[in-house]
């Protein structure tokens, strides 16, 4: 049996973001992603990711976390669904700050009042290798890479950024003009992108203001993207666009981003909202092997 099959769950969401937090600290494998799948299903829990809460492998955190997409396949980071879990660990434990571990490393987060948690994503990354891209660009603010005739491009030069994933942001007038929808995999999947890559449109209201739209990897279009937010506000900052602290408007709400300088770390500020509990029925996983 896998690790999903008669599993306890909590289904929330951050913005928007629709996300699924999985307890599995009693001891459980991996998720396969015939799982992950599965459970992402109409008759499991539609998410856009799953959080799984496995026992901490590093001394002095509360927790180690593998993210998955409702395509089966793993994320990074999720911005939205670490402040989601850990609203949950806060109520259990009472405490005000909590570390947890992820594949993108070490993820601080608390609580900051009014209902808003706070998640430090660390810091950003830019070269080529770090994104990772195909090939080498020295300068990752724009790179060349375009959707549509080449004298007259629907999309172009993207700037492109690692915040626990891979991120390529268009810098548009209107984010609602294009048909996301149809770019977005295209774009994913692009060559120059060997490990795919989450594609925002954004535009620049003002320098502390920011509205994005994004389709995400391994998800499809979310009404929220918290390492989308924070990689967009990284790159304006970068370009001058913007100051290192902004508000990021989304289809499903607003997040405040910070760039802090001290020490180059993202902070994400936003809310949470809790939807209901489950429990998933085995018959979901019986044409999921296990891993």
Not at 31 to 45: C, T, W
Not at 69 to 92: K, T, W
Not at 130 to 156: M, N, S, W, Y
Not at 180 to 201: Q, S, V
């Amino acid at each position: 049996m896998g690790a999903l099959a008669n599993q306890p769950f909590v289904k929330m969401n951050g913005i928007g973001n629709e996300i699924v937090v999985v307890d599995l600290r009693k001891g459980a494998p991996a998720i396969a992603p015939e799982e992950a799948r599965a459970a992402a299903s109409p008759q499991g829990a539609p998410y856009d990711q799953l959080m799984a809460l496995y026992p901490p492998r590093i001394a002095g955190t509360d927790g180690f976390i593998r993210i998955y997409n409702n395509d089966g396949s793993e994320a990074g980071a999720c911005g939205n669904g670490m402040r989601c879990l850990a609203s949950l660990v806060f109520n259990e434990s009472g405490k005000d700050a909590l570390t947890f571990e992820t594949k993108a490393g070490i993820l601080n987060c608390w609580k900051a009042g009014d209902g808003l948690y706070t998640v430090d994503m660390g810091p950003p990354r830019f070269k080529w290798n770090e994104i990772p891209l195909a090939e080498e660009f020295r300068d990752t603010r724009a790179i060349e890479l375009q959707i549509g005739p080449i004298d007259k491009p629907v999309l172009h030069s993207p700037a492109v950024v690692n915040m626990g994933n891979p991120h390529a942001i268009f810098w548009v007038d209107d984010v609602n003009a294009y048909d996301l929808a149809k770019f977005g995999p295209l774009l994913e999947n692009h060559p120059i992108f060997p490990e795919r890559a989450n594609i925002t449109l954004a535009h620049i209201v003002s320098r502390e203001h920011i509205v994005i739209r994004t389709w995400e990897r391994g998800a499809g279009l979310t009404k929220a993207c918290g390492s989308a937010a924070c990689a967009t506000a990284v790159a304006a900052a970068r370009l001058k666009r913007t100051e290192r602290k902004v508000r990021v408007t989304l289809p499903g709400g607003e997040l405040t981003i910070e760039w802090r300088a001290d020490n180059d770390h993202v902070l994400m500020t936003g809310p949470v909202e809790f939807e209901f509990a489950g429990t998933f029925d085995p018959q979901l996983f019986d044409k999921a092997p296990a891993p």
